[in-house]
């Protein structure tokens, strides 16, 4: 089976589970594009340029994945002043695998934690991103967003915007892998272990 059968097949078992495209595209790091090619094969249409990442081998390990989430850190620090820029006062973990890297980081920064549910995930009629209200607010805190990756960076400019208009200050992006290759979203400076390029 080649790896792209592998990833039609994971895609239509997840969809088969439940899962919503955006939650898969987020499970499969791929972009919704990608996504909506692999659940329907569209006759006459071509796979999506896109890169598969898989970390589970880092991600499914409590130890390497404290590692990466130090690495963020050092990463962000090695290219800041850190006495010219105060710490964030939050961390803002988006759903579902910026949680973990945000919870570690928080921890490593005496900051509060807050999670992000993007758009993509939400199947209401009315489908909205939204800051869980189970953890710290983001109104008038300096935060530092994190997720794994930057696919097409719509999820990012989703999240800056909403921090924006609920009078949060977001001063920097920290994921470890962006397939974009962005230096900011929105004005707001990314921070990447790793910049993913396809060449054809």
Excluded at 45 to 65: R, Y
Excluded at 81 to 100: C, F, N, Q, W, Y
């Amino acid at each position: 089976m080649s790896s792209l059968d592998d990833l039609i097949g994971r895609a239509k078992m997840l969809l088969g589970e439940g899962h919503s495209p955006g939650q898969i595209a987020d499970e499969l790091s791929l972009s919704m594009e990608t996504v909506t090619w692999l659940l329907t094969q569209a006759k006459g249409t071509t796979a999506p340029k896109d890169v598969h990442i898989d970390w589970s081998a880092v991600s499914s390990h409590a130890p390497l994945l404290e590692e990466t989430a130090l690495m963020l850190l050092r990463r962000y620090y090695q290219d800041t002043d850190s006495s010219s820029s105060p710490a964030a006062e939050v961390v803002v973990g988006i759903a579902l695998s910026g949680i973990p890297l945000a919870t570690i980081i928080a921890v490593q920064e005496a900051a509060q934690l807050s999670i992000y549910h993007p758009t993509k995930q939400n199947q209401s009629a009315k489908p909205m991103g939204s800051i869980s209200g189970n953890f710290a607010h983001v109104s008038g805190k300096r935060c530092i967003i994190v997720d794994d990756v930057i696919t097409s960076g719509n999820t990012m400019q989703e999240v800056v915007k909403y921090l924006k208009k609920h009078n949060a200050v977001p001063v920097a992006i920290w994921v470890i892998f962006d397939k974009r290759g962005i230096k900011d979203v929105e004005g707001v400076p990314v921070y990447s272990l790793f910049k993913i390029s396809r060449i054809d």
